[in-house]
Structures are given as structure tokens and as C-alpha cells.
T-cell receptor, first 116, second 118 residues
Framework: AQTVTQSQPEMSVQEAETVTLSCTYD???????LFWYKQPPSRQMILVIR??????QNATENRFSVNFQKAAKSFSLKISDSQLGDAAMYFC?????????????FGKGITLSVRP | DAMVIQNPRYQVTQFGKPVTLSCSQT?????MYWYQQKSSQAPKLLFH???????NEADTPDNFQSRRPNTSFCFLDIRSPGLGDAAMYLC?????????????????FGPGTRLTVL
């Protein structure tokens, strides 16, 4: 079974600075997808960024980018120019690319606070 | 806007009194999911529907049931809620991940229903 580990429960960043959220995972599969989801307080979970394991290039979405290290099974999220609206809980998630299994396996999440 | 809607947003029930949570979607996605999320924890998948095919997670208690009468609606029934069932319940949808090889297999989440059990 796949597992996703987010070892840091909380992080804090100064507004306009850069912060990196770490995530590691364990799998025996070679093809899969990795995601970062954001869940603001009392608001719905939204997708921040997604990475296909077969792609070597790291995904980027505006101020958000990932450092995907397949051999190390590491998938960290970098947030540049942090904004107050980035304060939220962030979940790293894994999905197998095999067959019709669309199940997401989530990490425990990390609470990010942004200091003005 | 196409979206995932959950009603009610807040639900209070009594210990042992059956409760139903609802989810609807305008995305026309054929996969729908129910997650349980307890405070400051990761969402835990309870079950999902692949079209009309029901897929139960092995560790989902029998107390939890689901119905999907059509593509747009999915219900979560808790037959006899216990204090430990108090949580946020999230509904999510996605398109068929087998048929798609691009980002459109992303899961879209509703705002959740917070269940309180007295």
C-alpha cells in the first residue's frame, strides 16, 4: 500500500518570502500522480498543483512549483512571494496511474501561516 | 459555474439518530467520492461510485451507507451516528481516470458538511 508522509505539522512564513513544504511517499509503482491540495480555514479544498511521475520536468503554477525527486520519493512544494491568502492547510496526495483506481492517498497535512 | 454542492453545510444530530448528507454536482463527472475528515487530519476515503458501481473501502464501518440515484446526486447515510462520527464530510468528483491521460482527472471537492453528534 502507498503511504504519504508530511512530517512537519506547522510552518510559518513572512509575507513576500519563499517557503517550502516537504512531502515524501512510499510506493512500489513506477507510474503515478502526485498532488498538492490547499484547504483554507472553513473553505473547500482546491488543487494547487499536480505532477505526473513519468515527467522529469517539475510542475509550476504561477507562484507555486514543485521539486519532484522520483528516486528519493520526495515531492516538495515551493511557494514564492507568499501572500496572506496562502495561509491554509496543505495536503500532499498520491494517486496510482494503474487501471481505474482513482483513490487519493493523503498525507496528514501541514498548516501554513503567513505573517504580515 | 460548474461546481460541487453539499447540503447542509452544518448538521447537528443526536446520538443514534439517522442522518443523511447530500452532494450534488454540475460537472457531469462519473466518479463521486465521500471522505471523512476529522479535525486537523487528512481526509479519509469512505467509498466512491464509479458511475453506478459502488466501491467501499475495507475499513469503512457498516454504519455508513451511500446512494447514488443519478449522475448528479450522491448521498451519505449514517444509520446510527456515534460521538466518534462527528467530523467534516467531504464530497468530491472526478472524470473517468482510465479514459483520460491529462489533468482532467483532478478531484474537485465540495465545501463539506460539518456533522455534530450530541
Amino acid at each position: 500500500a502507498q503511504t504519504v508522509t508530511q512530517s512537519q505539522p506547522e510552518m510559518s512564513v513572512q509575507e513576500a518570502e519563499t517557503v517550502t513544504l516537504s512531502c515524501t511517499y512510499d510506493t512500489s509503482e513506477s507510474d503515478y500522480y502526485l498532488f498538492w491540495y490547499k484547504q483554507p480555514p472553513s473553505r473547500q479544498m482546491i488543487l494547487v498543483i499536480r505532477q505526473e511521475a513519468y515527467k522529469q520536468q517539475n510542475a509550476t503554477e504561477n507562484r507555486f512549483s514543485v521539486n519532484f525527486q522520483k528516486a528519493a520519493k520526495s515531492f516538495s512544494l515551493k511557494i514564492s512571494d507568499s501572500q496572506l491568502g496562502d495561509a491554509a492547510m496543505y495536503f500532499c496526495a498520491y494517486r496510482s496511474a494503474a487501471g481505474a483506481n482513482s483513490k487519493l492517498t493523503f498525507g496528514k497535512g501541514i498548516t501554513l501561516s503567513v505573517r504580515p | 459555474d460548474a461546481m460541487v454542492i453539499q447540503n447542509p453545510r452544518y448538521q447537528v444530530t443526536q446520538f443514534g439518530k439517522p442522518v443523511t448528507l447530500s452532494c450534488s454536482q454540475t460537472l457531469n463527472h462519473n466518479v463521486m467520492y465521500w471522505y471523512q475528515q476529522k479535525s486537523s487530519q487528512a481526509p479519509k476515503l469512505l467509498f466512491h461510485y464509479y458511475d453506478k458501481d459502488f466501491n467501499n473501502e475495507a475499513d469503512t464501518p457498516d454504519n455508513f451507507q451511500s446512494r447514488r440515484p443519478n449522475t448528479s446526486f450522491c448521498f451519505l447515510d449514517i444509520r446510527s451516528p456515534g460521538l466518534g462520527d462527528a467530523a467534516m464530510y467531504l464530497c468530491a468528483t472526478s472524470r473517468d481516470p482510465v479514459l483520460l491521460s491529462d489533468s482532467t482527472d483532478t478531484q474537485y471537492f465540495g465545501p463539506g458538511t460539518r456533522l455534530t453528534v450530541l
